[in-house]
């Protein structure tokens, strides 16, 4: 356990450096997080989805668990909403919800199943965590925006996320088994590098207004509870049922869901956050004091849980 909490320390580094230079681009250079997160969500995000999707091998029990994740997190975000109307009487709360039904399974996970996981579970690791991002833009972008939009506006900005079309579009050409060149491949490869650093730099950049604001001592437990011990508690629930009762998942399975639920809050909270203006310092605290948990809650969770 100590040699996996040394190696993910490692690992995780770099990612904090990442994190440094987006507050230094806000707070020397005034880059705008506004235009970070358009980025993130209208451009990279997508382009990432679309590689997934076109990717993956599907079979039955790879093209269900993500949807499965996707319900489970819908579920827990939209009771989390509201349950937390009745502690937050700000639009808190809707963060809390969009956080709660996703995590970091993207900049912190993937590093993570590759430590973890064998190569071809490492694929479907990366196809799965498309539950994440179709969560993220559909859901979890609904429920931060009715705190800021009516409902109406809400799905008209959910209907104009490309990453939906993207996913459609990578899965078509999946089935269809339409060639593409290496070269575009490569190229196309590269966006989910990029996709990491600028996510990491999000984080980072919502910092640079942390000292306008308190410790939000009752925000952050709120949030620390649902990641680190409801949404694992959850999906290890699945993980039992599915092994003594349904047979629907194989064990290698099993242990992509279970790393898929013990990463730290998403970092995709931020760029959502900043998005909409909805309590961005606010979601890069918790972001940020989360991933530096996560260091020493993941070495614990796989030790005593992992499938």
């Not at 705008?32 to 997160?37: G, I, S």
């Not at 009752?218 to 959850?234: D, E, G, N, R, Y």
Request: positive net charge; glycine residues 8%.
């Amino acid at each position: 356990m100590l040699e996996l909490a040394t190696a993910l320390g490692f690992k995780i580094f770099p990612l904090y450096i990442t994190i440094s230079l987006g507050y230094i681009l806000v707070r020397f250079f005034q880059a705008k997080r506004e235009a970070m997160a358009s980025l993130l969500i209208y451009i990279l995000g997508p382009i990432v989805v679309f590689m997934a999707a076109y990717k993956v091998e599907l079979n039955f029990a790879v093209i269900f668990l993500p949807f499965v994740l996707f319900i489970l997190g819908s579920i827990l975000s939209l009771g989390t909403l509201k349950i937390g109307g009745m502690f937050f009487k700000d639009n808190s709360k809707n963060i809390l919800a969009f956080s709660a039904g996703t995590g970091n399974t993207g900049y912190f996970g993937i590093p993570l199943a590759i430590m973890l996981l064998d190569e071809s579970l490492v694929n479907i690791y990366i196809f799965t965590v498309l539950a994440s991002l179709l969560y993220e833009n559909t859901v979890g972008f609904f429920v931060v925006a009715k705190g800021h939009y009516s409902i109406k506006q809400s799905l008209i900005k959910v209907s104009k996320l490309p990453a939906l079309y993207a996913l459609l579009l990578g899965l078509t050409c999946n089935v269809l088994k339409m060639p593409m060149s290496e070269d575009l491949t490569n190229y196309l490869d590269t966006f989910k590098n990029a996709y990491a650093i600028l996510g990491m730099m999000m984080i980072g950049m919502g910092l640079s207004g942390l000292k306008n604001i308190g410790f939000d001592k009752a925000f952050i437990t709120f949030a620390f509870v649902l990641k680190f011990i409801v949404f694992p508690f959850l999906v290890l629930i699945i993980i039992w049922l599915d092994s003594h009762y349904f047979g629907l998942f194989p064990t290698g399975l099993h242990q992509v869901m279970f790393l898929f639920a013990i990463p730290p809050m998403a970092g995709n909270t931020v760029a959502v956050a900043s998005l909409l203006n909805v309590h961005p310092q606010k979601a890069s605290l918790a972001v940020v004091l989360s991933t530096a948990l996560s260091l020493f809650t993941i070495p614990l969770m796989v030790a005593l849980f992992m499938p």
